[in-house]
């Protein structure tokens, strides 16, 4: 029986139809993986290869003034993407992951990005995750909605009753053929995302395939829940696909809404604003004043004392340290109701499995928003070695020639290594398990 129901199912055109979209639309996410990150690898050899070439010219045409070459020389600091970005690219296509800074104002600095094509964001990239969250729900709705329906409309299912020991044995055969197909389309575009992205198997893509399961088998439970109530193929279709759309459309729709009410970012704009005032208004200030608010600040340069005749360099830099420490408190506002935000999302995502999906595949890969705030601030701690290095040179009145320039390569970003266990796997299995015992209930009454 198994293998005629087997051979009855592939029979079907759309069947067939439907399976080589999504393998289709699969490979070519994968596809648009690699091209991403080939693009990002590409972007990072260029700076390393940059950078040196970039202070030699400098050095070259300023090295009497290091006051003067520091005002041009800038410094790479490097978030190497991982090879799971491929698979959830997140926001990383917006955030950018490499940072070219000066050691002036770091305000001006931090939140500079690449230029994108506004088209292409709104679109959006067709990862693999999208096609997972979106697309595979669509394919197992296409493949259980009319599982009962169909014996019942084509008037099989009286026969199937007295033939059968268990009609309920009889569905789950039925629906055990669709979940080992859709879980081979599934196994065949993770292994070939693997190969072609060159994922390590590691414990993060182990945690990104069971998720990937569990949401297949959440959405197949929830299929068979709804089938059982004995309804037209066209109740079941319509059921199924205003699930979908309230699950993966409207209620991430207006959560974002909220959380965009609930934590607006108006320190946006006012940490541009301090930062800009903060220095641009130094120049009508008192020279005294500035490197006194310095001195406060690094008291450890006071030595230098206070030239305030004519243009120096250690009071110009003292008016670029003002900006970042008049914008500071808006700065770290703005951090924090970011970091609100995707903690707020996080718990909210518990309940919603498609959300959920989606923030653990952003975490595991390294494209969430928490992991580029961890990034900004690493920013921030580099740009402070760099000023602790060079102050005191330029107050010297060094030369660029006595400076070892050699030892700044590019830098990159060490990431915590993050304890990555079960945990991130409990809210999917909880919403599977649910979803069978409700489904279980109500096969009982077959």
């Given at each position: 029986?198994?293998?005629?129901?087997?051979?009855?199912?592939?029979?079907?055109?759309?069947?067939?139809?439907?399976?080589?979209?999504?393998?289709?639309?699969?490979?070519?996410?994968?596809?648009?993986?690699?091209?991403?990150?080939?693009?990002?690898?590409?972007?990072?050899?260029?700076?390393?290869?940059?950078?040196?070439?970039?202070?030699?010219?400098?050095?070259?045409?300023?090295?009497?003034?290091?006051?003067?070459?520091?005002?041009?020389?800038?410094?790479?600091?490097?978030?190497?993407?991982?090879?799971?970005?491929?698979?959830?690219?997140?926001?990383?296509?917006?955030?950018?992951?490499?940072?070219?800074?000066?050691?002036?104002?770091?305000?001006?600095?931090?939140?500079?990005?690449?230029?994108?094509?506004?088209?292409?964001?709104?679109?959006?990239?067709?990862?693999?995750?999208?096609?997972?969250?979106?697309?595979?729900?669509?394919?197992?709705?296409?493949?259980?909605?009319?599982?009962?329906?169909?014996?019942t409309e084509t008037g099989t299912w009286r026969l199937v009753s007295v033939q059968t020991p268990s009609k309920l044995r009889y569905l789950l055969t039925k629906l055990s053929i669709r979940v080992v197909l859709v879980y081979t389309?599934?196994?065949?575009?993770?292994?070939?995302?693997?190969?072609?992205?060159?994922?390590?198997?590691?414990?993060?893509?182990?945690?990104?395939?069971?998720?990937?399961?569990?949401?297949?088998?959440?959405?197949?439970?929830?299929?068979?829940?709804?089938?059982?109530?004995?309804?037209?193929?066209?109740?079941?279709?319509?059921?199924?696909?205003?699930?979908?759309?309230?699950?993966?459309?409207?209620?991430?729709?207006?959560?974002?809404?909220?959380?965009?009410?609930?934590?607006?970012?108006?320190?946006?704009?006012?940490?541009?604003?301090?930062?800009?005032?903060?220095?641009?208004?130094?120049?009508?200030?008192?020279?005294?004043?500035?490197?006194?608010?310095?001195?406060?600040?690094?008291?450890?340069?006071?030595?230098?004392?206070?030239?305030?005749?004519?243009?120096?360099?250690?009071?110009?830099?003292?008016?670029?340290?003002?900006?970042d420490d008049d914008s500071v408190k808006d700065t770290k506002a703005l951090q924090l109701k970011m970091g609100e935000r995707e903690r707020v999302s996080k718990q909210v995502a518990t309940f919603l499995p498609n959300m959920h999906?989606?923030?653990?595949?952003?975490?595991?890969?390294?494209?969430?928003?928490?992991?580029?705030?961890?990034?900004?601030?690493?920013?921030?701690?580099?740009?402070?070695?760099?000023?602790?290095?060079?102050?005191?040179?330029?107050?010297?009145?060094?030369?660029?020639?006595?400076?070892?320039?050699?030892?700044?390569?590019?830098?990159?970003?060490?990431?915590?290594?993050?304890?990555?266990?079960?945990?991130?796997?409990?809210?999917?299995?909880?919403?599977?398990?649910?979803?069978?015992?409700?489904?279980?209930?109500?096969?009982?009454?077959?």
């Amino acid at each position: 029986m198994y293998r005629l129901l087997f051979l009855q199912f592939l029979r079907s055109r759309a069947v067939l139809a439907s399976m080589v979209l999504i393998i289709a639309l699969g490979a070519i996410s994968i596809g648009i993986g690699h091209q991403f990150l080939s693009q990002k690898k590409a972007a990072i050899d260029q700076v390393e290869q940059y950078q040196k070439s970039h202070i030699e010219r400098n050095v070259l045409l300023h090295k009497d003034d290091l006051g003067l070459l520091m005002y041009y020389v800038q410094f790479a600091f490097i978030n190497n993407p991982s090879h799971l970005a491929g698979l959830s690219i997140g926001q990383s296509d917006v955030n950018t992951n490499v940072q070219r800074i000066t050691i002036k104002n770091l305000e001006g600095q931090r939140y500079d990005t690449d230029l994108v094509n506004p088209m292409n964001l709104q679109s959006g990239n067709l990862d693999l995750s999208f096609v997972l969250i979106y697309l595979f729900p669509l394919l197992i709705i296409v493949f259980t909605f009319n599982i009962l329906s169909e014996e019942t409309e084509t008037g099989t299912w009286r026969l199937v009753s007295v033939q059968t020991p268990s009609k309920l044995r009889y569905l789950l055969t039925k629906l055990s053929i669709r979940v080992v197909l859709v879980y081979t389309v599934l196994g065949i575009l993770l292994m070939v995302a693997k190969m072609v992205l060159s994922i390590p198997f590691d414990i993060k893509f182990v945690l990104v395939t069971l998720l990937s399961f569990l949401y297949v088998a959440f959405w197949f439970a929830l299929g068979f829940f709804v089938v059982n109530f004995k309804k037209s193929s066209g109740f079941n279709a319509l059921a199924l696909l205003s699930i979908w759309l309230v699950l993966l459309i409207l209620l991430p729709a207006g959560i974002n809404a909220y959380l965009t009410n609930k934590y607006p970012v108006p320190e946006a704009l006012s940490t541009m604003i301090s930062q800009r005032d903060g220095y641009h208004t130094k120049w009508d200030t008192d020279k005294k004043e500035t490197l006194q608010k310095f001195y406060a600040h690094y008291p450890q340069f006071q030595e230098f004392g206070y030239p305030t005749e004519g243009f120096n360099w250690t009071w110009y830099y003292a008016m670029q340290q003002m900006g970042d420490d008049d914008s500071v408190k808006d700065t770290k506002a703005l951090q924090l109701k970011m970091g609100e935000r995707e903690r707020v999302s996080k718990q909210v995502a518990t309940f919603l499995p498609n959300m959920h999906m989606q923030l653990a595949f952003n975490e595991l890969a390294g494209t969430s928003l928490d992991k580029h705030l961890r990034f900004l601030d690493a920013t921030g701690n580099f740009h402070e070695e760099l000023r602790l290095f060079f102050y005191p040179k330029i107050f010297n009145g060094e030369t660029g020639d006595r400076v070892d320039w050699g030892q700044f390569e590019p830098k990159f970003f060490k990431k915590q290594a993050g304890e990555y266990g079960m945990a991130i796997l409990v809210p999917m299995l909880l919403a599977c398990i649910l979803m069978i015992i409700l489904s279980a209930v109500v096969a009982k009454k077959l």
